[in-house]
Nanobody, 124 residues
Framework: QVQLVESGGGLVQAGGSLRLSCAAS????????MGWFRQAPGLEREFVAG????????YYTSSVKGRFTISRDNAKNTVYLQMNSLKPEDTAIYYC?????????????????WGQGTQVTVSS
């Protein structure tokens, strides 16, 4: 069983930055692909970014490419999402997710474990 705990959300003005963290339990963290999803009010949860296990390849949805960076520190069992140039449309609850497979998944059903979410609000 893997437990995920997100932190780092908050209120920021448009153009600002936030860094989300996701701390994971479990001894095989380094082999798991990790993902960040977000869900805005009234909308479905959507994929934001993913990082593979092992070689740490990354993949982003087009709306955040060039602004967000996903990374991982396997020694700390933590994955990060650095968010720069934030826009009001980035406002959502952000969720961390883990899959037992190495490769990045871009759909919710590709992930086995989820965190509780952290709120990100970007004001205009």
């Amino acid at each position: 069983q893997v437990q995920l705990v997100e932190s780092g959300g908050g209120l920021v003005q448009a153009g600002g930055s936030l860094r989300l963290s996701c701390a994971a339990s479990g001894r095989t963290f380094s082999s798991y692909a990790m993902g960040w999803f977000r869900q805005a009010p009234g909308l479905e949860r959507e994929f934001v970014a993913g990082i593979s296990g092992g070689d740490a390849n990354t993949y982003y949805t087009s709306s955040v490419k060039g602004r967000f960076t996903i990374s991982r520190d396997n020694a700390k069992n933590t994955v990060y999402l650095q968010m720069n140039s934030l826009k009001p449309e980035d406002t959502a609850i952000y969720y961390c997710a883990a899959t037992r497979f190495n490769a990045i998944r871009t759909t919710m059903n590709g992930y086995d474990y989820w965190g509780q979410g952290t709120q990100v609000t970007v004001s205009s």
